[in-house]
């Protein structure tokens, strides 16, 4: 099998594996940790650091979920509670990859998947370095891995303003917020727990939701909290509305009773997600326009491109609710032994490899 270009070696122009991996989430190292399992020589590329989407998590969050489900690699994730901070699954994947000396190369954005002539086996992957210590040129592959999430994509809000430096889609803390007036686009879970934490903090919080209630998804122990604030008064709740505006120092609220005026130093804008489908119908994968999913065999995980593979939430376009890590770690499996036997001429498989 080809070798692999060590982690943390001095950039160059090419290299050789049997898979490409793109994308260091958590999926992405699973697919890692089995190729190498299977003595394949990989190479795990992304633009950002590893795990960059529970990075831009909020500071101080705890999963929803519970340790064993966002393991990877049987390697077990030890926390202080059933259910892991942010910060301790970063310190747990930083450690699989060093442990198990995966070939992450950090900082290196992929512009172009490209198959070879018909009549050969494999991939040309274009890399453009993201920072200093990125990989800059062509990794040659037998098979691609395609791992790279949603979480860098966020849904615009598509109103005049959102460019503005006091709009983010991710929350990240309540304190710089204490006395200040601020503004949570959002019904689900995530805007739920930010205006909790705001309004703990000191925050004076306005909750905006185009719904008539909270989504369904909201989750149970989250619901009564923010419904209880939100009756004495703690939280304000503004359902059927959506932005119309967002001013240096305002919001424009359109809401069933007419247009509000209202003070606003920071908005967040958690209205959720989406899998862009560029690089995957650059490379020729079929995506359907309208849904921005691809079509993968739902066995395997491979496209319609024989030998690329589309793994956790890369191809759900705007149906992200459909893949969390638990089922994406089942995907990194069903299509890696698939790899696996495509690359030893159908006579390997992963489970005895």
């Not at 066995?299 to 969390?324: H, I, K, M, Q």
Request: glycine share 10%; charged share 20%.
């Amino acid at each position: 099998m080809a070798a692999a270009t060590p982690t943390n070696s001095a950039p160059a122009s090419a290299t050789k594996v049997d898979v490409a991996i793109i994308g260091a989430g958590p999926i992405g190292l699973e697919c890692a940790i089995l190729a190498k399992r299977a003595g394949l020589g990989h190479i795990v590329l992304d633009k950002g650091p590893i795990t960059a989407a529970i990075a831009r998590y909020p500071t101080y969050m705890t999963f929803f979920t519970t340790s064993e489900r966002l393991e990877v690699g049987g390697h077990p994730l030890v926390t202080a509670t059933d259910k892991p901070t942010r910060k301790e699954a970063l310190d747990y994947y930083r450690k699989v990859v060093a442990n198990d000396e995966l070939n992450v190369r950090t900082y290196s954005r992929v512009l172009a998947i490209k198959r070879v002539a018909a009549n050969k086996e494999g991939f040309e992957v274009a890399v453009e370095a993201a920072g200093a210590s990125g990989f800059s040129g062509t990794v040659s592959a037998g098979a691609v891995m395609v791992a790279t999430g949603y979480f860098d994509n966020p849904n615009p809000l598509g109103v005049p303003g959102e460019e503005q430096e006091h709009v983010s889609h991710y929350y990240t803390e309540a304190h710089p917020f204490f006395g200040r007036p601020v503004t949570l686009v959002g019904g689900g879970s995530s805007a739920a727990d930010a205006a909790l934490d705001l309004y703990r903090a000191g925050a004076k919080v306005t909750m905006v939701h185009r719904g008539e209630d909270f989504k369904p998804s909201l989750k149970y122990w989250i619901r009564p909290n923010l419904l209880n604030r939100i009756k004495e008064g703690s939280i304000t709740a503004l359902l059927n509305s959506r932005l119309k505006a967002i001013e240096q120092d305002h919001v424009v609220v359109r809401t069933p009773t007419g247009e509000q005026r209202l003070r606003s130093d920071q908005v967040f804008a958690l209205t959720g997600y989406f899998a862009p489908p560029e690089l995957l119908l650059a490379a020729g994968v079929r995506v359907d326009l309208e849904s921005c999913v691809a079509e993968l065999d739902p066995e395997t995980r491979e496209s319609n491109v024989p030998g690329l593979y589309v793994v956790g939430s890369a191809g759900s376009g705007r149906r992200t609710s459909d893949v969390f890590i638990e089922n994406g770690l089942v995907h990194a499996a069903a299509a890696m032994q698939a790899a696996v036997k495509r690359l030893a001429g159908g006579k390997r498989d992963l489970a005895t490899a």
